[in-house]
């Protein structure tokens, strides 16, 4: 069967709550008037991903569990109204939710509801084959019930990536996930030694690419053993919101990569898309366009050598 799904996405669909803070962490306090306001709208890690890939082009697929409640019906309103085929199997536990404080420089705290999931979720494996057939790469989030669902993805023979997100290095429930991934995503922010945990995938698991963003101070990339740092993209307006960054760099990353670029290009993506993701409120829900993100591309590297930097200390 030819492809006719460039990015299958799976887990990662929710709701999140938006709050507005002074500054984190919060003061104690018995009240703080929030402005501006509290607003509830669809969108998590996979939910990013699946609007960032579709907005560049990529004919995407998104596959996880909602609830038959008003969140779940949020999740089912964004893809209908962005264009995302939505595969959505039944949970009686109710759609993932969570409650996001940012504060005034657009750091923030999650809150995620635990009780939206089971150890005994499963994602149908009959419905996994037929998605992946059709499928030239699967991006998988670390939400459950995923992790089962990696060995048919295997089976299958498509690509895997992932976003291990803020991983510590040394929780187990991350390290199924990294081994089994082709590429592996992370950030930088819980990692004692980010350069050693890089390594430490490539060698105990599949991936012979892992990318660790590290904010404004761009992302390192280490692709056949060989380590570069690649410099932040200015952004194209204010920084207000980080949510969604690390999902809109990998998103433009798999872009470029399903287009047979080179890492280090790959890369220049990704912080193009990530610099614009800090740009949106936290309150809506939008992607860096092709035509914006290859001008974005461009301007690096006009601005700067060609083939990464050597690596400030990690």
Same mark, same amino acid.
């Given at each position: =069967?030819? +492809?006719?799904?460039?990015?299958?996405?799976?887990?990662?669909?929710? #709701?999140?709550?938006?709050?507005?803070?002074?500054?984190?962490?919060?003061?104690?306090?018995?009240?703080? =008037?929030?402005? $501006?306001?509290?607003?509830?709208?669809?969108?998590? +890690?996979?939910?990013?991903?699946?609007?960032? /890939?579709?907005?560049?082009?990529?004919?995407?697929?998104?596959?996880? =569990?909602?609830?038959?409640?008003?969140?779940?019906?949020?999740?089912?309103?964004?893809?209908?109204?962005?264009?995302?085929?939505?595969?959505?199997? %039944?949970?009686?536990?109710?759609?993932?939710?969570?409650?996001?404080? @940012?504060?005034?420089?657009?750091?923030?705290?999650?809150?995620?509801?635990?009780?939206?999931?089971?150890?005994?979720?499963?994602?149908?494996?009959?419905?996994?084959?037929?998605?992946?057939?059709?499928?030239?790469?699967?991006?998988?989030?670390?939400?459950?019930?995923?992790?089962?669902?990696?060995?048919? *993805?295997?089976?299958?023979?498509?690509?895997? &990536?992932?976003?291990?997100?803020?991983?510590?290095? &040394?929780?187990?429930?991350?390290? /199924?996930?990294?081994?089994?991934?082709?590429?592996?995503?992370?950030?930088? /922010?819980?990692?004692?030694? %980010?350069?050693?945990?890089?390594?430490?995938?490539?060698?105990?698991?599949?991936?012979?690419? @892992?990318?660790?963003?590290?904010?404004?101070?761009?992302?390192?990339?280490?692709?056949?053993?060989?380590?570069?740092?690649?410099?932040?993209?200015?952004?194209?307006?204010?920084?207000?919101? &980080?949510?969604?960054?690390?999902?809109?760099?990998?998103?433009?990353?798999?872009?470029?990569? *399903?287009?047979?670029? %080179?890492?280090?290009?790959?890369?220049?993506?990704?912080?193009?898309?990530?610099?614009?993701?800090?740009? #949106? $409120? +936290?309150?809506?829900?939008? +992607?860096?366009? $092709?035509?914006? *993100?290859?001008?974005?591309?461009?301007?690096?590297?006009?601005?700067?050598? &060609?083939?990464?930097?050597?690596?400030?200390?990690?």
């Amino acid at each position: =069967m030819s +492809s006719e799904i460039d990015v299958l996405v799976l887990g990662g669909a929710g #709701v999140d709550t938006i709050v507005h803070v002074p500054e984190l962490p919060v003061p104690f306090a018995d009240s703080h =008037m929030i402005r $501006p306001g509290i607003v509830t709208r669809a969108g998590q +890690s996979g939910d990013f991903v699946a609007l960032a /890939t579709s907005a560049l082009g990529l004919r995407t697929h998104h596959v996880d =569990m909602l609830g038959d409640d008003p969140e779940g019906d949020l999740v089912r309103a964004l893809h209908r109204e962005h264009g995302i085929a939505l595969t959505a199997v %039944p949970q009686p536990l109710g759609t993932k939710r969570a409650v996001n404080l @940012v504060g005034p420089d657009g750091r923030r705290l999650s809150l995620y509801d635990a009780t939206r999931s089971a150890e005994t979720d499963r994602l149908p494996e009959d419905m996994l084959r037929e998605l992946a057939a059709a499928s030239r790469h699967a991006h998988v989030v670390i939400t459950q019930p995923c992790a089962h669902a990696l060995p048919v *993805l295997r089976e299958a023979g498509i690509t895997i &990536s992932t976003d291990l997100h803020d991983w510590d290095g &040394s929780d187990p429930y991350h390290e /199924t996930f990294a081994h089994q991934a082709d590429l592996v995503f992370l950030s930088c /922010t819980a990692l004692a030694d %980010p350069e050693r945990t890089m390594r430490r995938i490539t060698e105990r698991g599949r991936a012979r690419t @892992v990318v660790a963003t590290a904010g404004a101070e761009g992302a390192y990339l280490l692709t056949d053993g060989e380590l570069t740092h690649v410099p932040a993209a200015p952004p194209p307006a204010p920084v207000v919101d &980080s949510n969604g960054a690390g999902d809109a760099f990998a998103a433009a990353y798999l872009h470029a990569w *399903l287009h047979a670029a %080179p890492p280090h290009h790959c890369a220049l993506h990704g912080t193009v898309a990530g610099a614009y993701a800090c740009t #949106v $409120p +936290s309150t809506r829900t939008e +992607s860096i366009g $092709p035509e914006q *993100l290859r001008a974005g591309v461009a301007e690096l590297e006009r601005a700067r050598p &060609s083939g990464g930097q050597g690596c400030p200390p990690l």
